[in-house]
């Protein structure tokens, strides 16, 4: 609800999708490309459709597959200025034997999309060592929703700094 949020007032100058994975599936469409929802019950539809295909879905992870489809559509999409990915994660990945090396090579696949992890969860310290794991700049733990607008904008400020070093 924050993204829809942030993003109110923008929809002619910024183009968005959301999509989810669980242990059922790596593209979950929550949000088609460009149809945001236009209001606050849509946004509420939105939210309620998330949170029943958790209750819902088998135990396991597409992290890695939802994560590399995510970028190739982003990709496609040449008409943009910039794109961007956000894996949204409970890092909860050793418990699936994800390696986060795999992670990382996933995130750093395709240099024409910015991508950024935001950890939402920490269970025995996995956020912090994926971050470590993860190049630099390229994630974030956020345990209190409060810190998400502060790692978005981290996130842009890298891509920024980014396309000044080429």
Same mark, same amino acid.
């Not at 242990?23 to 209001?39: I, K, M, N, Q, Y």
């Not at 971050?131 to 974030?140: E, F, I, R």
């Given at each position: 609800v924050?993204l829809?949020e942030a993003?109110?007032?923008?929809?002619?100058?910024y183009?968005?999708?959301?999509v989810?994975?669980?242990?059922?599936?790596?593209?979950?469409?929550l949000?088609?490309l460009?149809?945001?929802?236009p209001?606050?019950?849509?946004?509420?539809?939105?939210?309620?459709?998330?949170i029943a295909?958790t209750q819902f879905?088998a !135990?396991?992870?597409h992290? /890695?597959?939802?994560?590399r489809e995510a970028i %190739?559509?982003a990709?496609?999409h040449?008409d &943009?200025?910039e794109?961007?990915?956000?894996?949204?994660?409970?890092a909860?990945?050793?418990?699936y034997?994800?390696?986060?090396?795999?992670?990382?090579?996933?995130?750093?696949a395709?240099?024409t999309?910015?991508?950024h992890?935001?950890f939402?969860?920490s269970l025995?310290?996995?956020?912090e060592?994926?971050?470590?794991?993860l190049?630099?700049? !390229?994630?974030?733990?956020c /345990?209190d929703?409060?810190e998400v607008?502060? %790692?978005?904008k981290n996130?842009?400020?890298a &891509?920024?700094?980014r396309e000044?070093v080429k």
């Amino acid at each position: 609800v924050m993204l829809f949020e942030a993003f109110a007032g923008f929809e002619t100058r910024y183009r968005f999708s959301m999509v989810g994975h669980s242990g059922d599936t790596a593209s979950a469409s929550l949000v088609e490309l460009g149809s945001p929802p236009p209001d606050e019950k849509a946004r509420l539809r939105v939210a309620q459709r998330m949170i029943a295909h958790t209750q819902f879905c088998a !135990s396991g992870d597409h992290t /890695l597959e939802a994560t590399r489809e995510a970028i %190739a559509a982003a990709a496609r999409h040449t008409d &943009a200025d910039e794109r961007f990915v956000f894996l949204f994660s409970d890092a909860n990945l050793e418990r699936y034997g994800i390696n986060p090396s795999a992670l990382a090579h996933e995130l750093t696949a395709e240099p024409t999309v910015h991508t950024h992890a935001i950890f939402l969860s920490s269970l025995g310290g996995e956020a912090e060592r994926l971050k470590l794991a993860l190049p630099s700049g !390229s994630s974030s733990i956020c /345990l209190d929703s409060s810190e998400v607008p502060i %790692a978005f904008k981290n996130a842009f400020a890298a &891509a920024v700094l980014r396309e000044d070093v080429k």
